[in-house]
T-cell receptor, first 113, second 114 residues
Framework: TQLLEQSPQFLSIQEGENLTVYCNSSSVFSSLQWYRQEPGEGPVLLVTVVTGGEVKKLKRLTFQFGDARKDSSLHITAAQPGDTGLYLCAGFDRGSTLGRLYFGRGTQLTVWP | DADVTQTPRNRITKTGKRIMLECSQTKGHDRMYWYRQDPGLGLRLIYYSFDVKDINKGEISDGYSVSRQAQAKFSLSLESAIPNQTALYFC?????????????FGQGTRLTVV
């Protein structure tokens, strides 16, 4: 059973387009993180959102945490080829015995010039 | 130099062979993790360790074992490799004690079992 569902699984767009990636769960998380992974590398943290309804911006990337802390979205404005990569969301469950991260399956984004 | 270093980066091995993947970190974090990544399946937790004396199974520990030799070193072993263990393996660290929940990943080991 996948705790975090990401959609879409694949996204292929032209440079300059906008896009939104979704991360949904039936579970409540203490915080939610977004990572980007490039080929041949490990995932690297982009942002952590903690408060329900929180919105964070990182240049052309906008991250939102749902009011109930069960879902999140990543919006990219005017996508560029350098945005190409695998985007992973991860929920942190502080209440579990592990205090661990649960990862979604990822969204593979390709931005064509 | 990378804060989390995995060796080897690539490995091809035969079915039935024993293989060890190594991970070392210079971040001073107590928590270390081994994940497996397969296309379309995301990152799945194999084993994790909260400190040198603590080892815990993750979601997919069957066929794997680990050793935490020191705070900085955490190795993953496949006792008898099989083809469906072909995957990309990542080591990661974290330090929740300081309030951070970020996971820091190594560059990965691509393992192929033939």
């Amino acid at each position: 059973t996948q705790l975090l569902e990401q959609s879409p699984q694949f996204l292929s767009i032209q440079e300059g387009e906008n896009l939104t990636v979704y991360c949904n769960s039936s579970s409540v998380f203490s915080s939610l993180q977004w990572y980007r992974q490039e080929p041949g590398e490990g995932p690297v943290l982009l942002v952590t959102v903690v408060t329900g309804g929180e919105v964070k911006k990182l240049k052309r990337l906008t991250f939102q945490f749902g009011d109930a802390r069960k879902d999140s979205s990543l919006h990219i404005t005017a996508a560029q080829p350098g945005d190409t990569g695998l985007y992973l969301c991860a929920g942190f469950d502080r209440g579990s015995t592990l205090g661990r991260l649960y990862f979604g399956r990822g969204t593979q984004l390709t931005v064509w010039p | 130099d990378a804060d989390v270093t995995q060796t080897p980066r690539n490995r091809i091995t035969k079915t039935g062979k024993r293989i060890m993947l190594e991970c070392s970190q210079t971040k001073g974090h107590d928590r270390m993790y081994w994940y497996r990544q397969d296309p379309g399946l995301g990152l799945r937790l194999i084993y994790y360790s909260f400190d040198v004396k603590d080892i815990n199974k993750g979601e997919i520990s069957d066929g794997y074992s680990v050793s935490r030799q020191a705070q900085a070193k955490f190795s993953l072993s496949l006792e008898s490799a099989i083809p469906n263990q072909t995957a990309l393996y990542f080591c990661a660290t974290s330090d929740p004690s300081r309030g951070g929940t970020e996971a820091f990943f190594g560059q990965g080991t691509r393992l192929t079992v033939v």
